[in-house]
């Protein structure tokens, strides 16, 4: 019979769990509201509660392991979270070790950004190709690396915090702490604060008018209603991912970028002018490297973290992770 593990996407909005096969196909699922502000030992009952749901209705002699994928930064080598700002308690905490404790199997830690990477590698748009990178574009900017076949890690398994490279000396507050992050332009955060700002200083435009909300959908929304202003927003957000992709592409000189996170429910609205901007400023032998959305949706770290117990199940899957 088929080996099923079980993937956790633990934010700090929501937390998922979702039983995955080999073939990376999602059996069951369930998740819930993120009691953030409750510490470690009610946020790991919540991961206990939704996986032994899941698992209730399953052959536990199939199930290879857990993995679980998480904001950073973390110590990934030794399963502990260093510090989750949006879950509190969470610094120097040992996830893998505890949750081992709760659920009875072997817990792997990943990043969330990462375990994304590892799933659109495994099963999704970057699937059979030996150099990709993956960008997730929502609340904040994140990713992760598969170069040469193998998922890039780095010291610790901190690598692929791309979203605070800087991209404007001195610039604008990022949440880290550092000013000019890719994050504090390129998000969907920032692409929002972008938006109020200048339609409150705008008198031609519908966003904000008659008391709606201005938020990225929105702003989409009235670009597609031909508003002017919405519109270049559209294309001064399409032109920031595009810089920072541009970036991404000579450092890590990819075949592919996959762009997931909520923005990417708008690719093809951005896409263009991402692509644009790589053409006319990417150095000659990078210009053709295309930008595609990711195949699996909002599920590429849930699979990801499950793609993780597989991996290392296997040791020759996981020599070359």
């Known amino acids: 019979m088929t080996e099923i593990a079980v993937g956790i996407d633990l934010g700090g909005t929501q937390v998922r769990a979702a039983l995955v096969d080999e ?63 949006t879950l509190k308690g969470f610094q120097r905490y040992p996830i893998a070790s505890e949750l081992s404790r709760r659920l009875l199997f072997p817990v792997s830690l990943e990043n969330d950004g990462i ?102 959908r929105a702003v989409f929304a009235a670009g597609r209603a031909g508003d002017p202003l919405a519109n270049r927003l559209i294309e001064e957000e399409a032109e920031i991912l595009g810089r920072g992709f541009t970036s991404l592409l000579h450092i890590f000189s990819p075949s592919i970028v996959v762009v997931g996170g909520g923005l990417s429910h708008e690719f093809d609205r951005l896409h263009p002018g991402i692509q644009n901007y790589i053409s006319e400023w990417a150095m000659p032998a990078f210009k053709d490297v295309q930008v595609v959305r990711a195949a699996l949706g909002q599920n590429s770290g849930l699979v990801g973290a499950a793609a993780l117990a597989f991996l290392a199940k296997t040791p020759s899957r996981r020599a070359a992770c």
């Open 23 to 85: 073939g990376g196909n999602i059996l069951a699922r369930a998740e819930e509201r993120t009691d953030a502000m409750a510490g470690p030992d009610r946020v790991l009952g919540q991961i206990q509660e939704l996986a032994e749901r899941l698992l209730a209705g399953a052959d536990k002699a199939l199930v290879v392991g857990v993995g679980v994928s998480a904001p950073g930064p973390l110590d990934t080598e030794s399963g502990v979270a260093l510090d989750i700002p």
């Open 115 to 216: 375990a994304a990477a590892i799933g659109e590698w495994q099963f999704g748009a970057a699937r059979g190709i030996e150099h990709s990178v993956y960008v997730t574009i929502s609340t904040g900017i994140g990713g992760g690396a598969i170069i040469d076949g193998r998922v890039l890690r780095g010291r610790k398994g901190m690598a692929g915090h791309i979203g605070h490279m800087s991209v404007v000396p001195y610039g604008e507050l990022c949440p880290c702490g550092n000013r000019g992050c890719f994050e504090a332009y390129g998000s969907g955060t920032a692409f929002t604060a972008r938006a109020r700002a200048r339609a409150a200083e705008c008198s031609e435009t519908t966003l904000g008018k008659d008391g709606h909300v201005i938020d990225s």
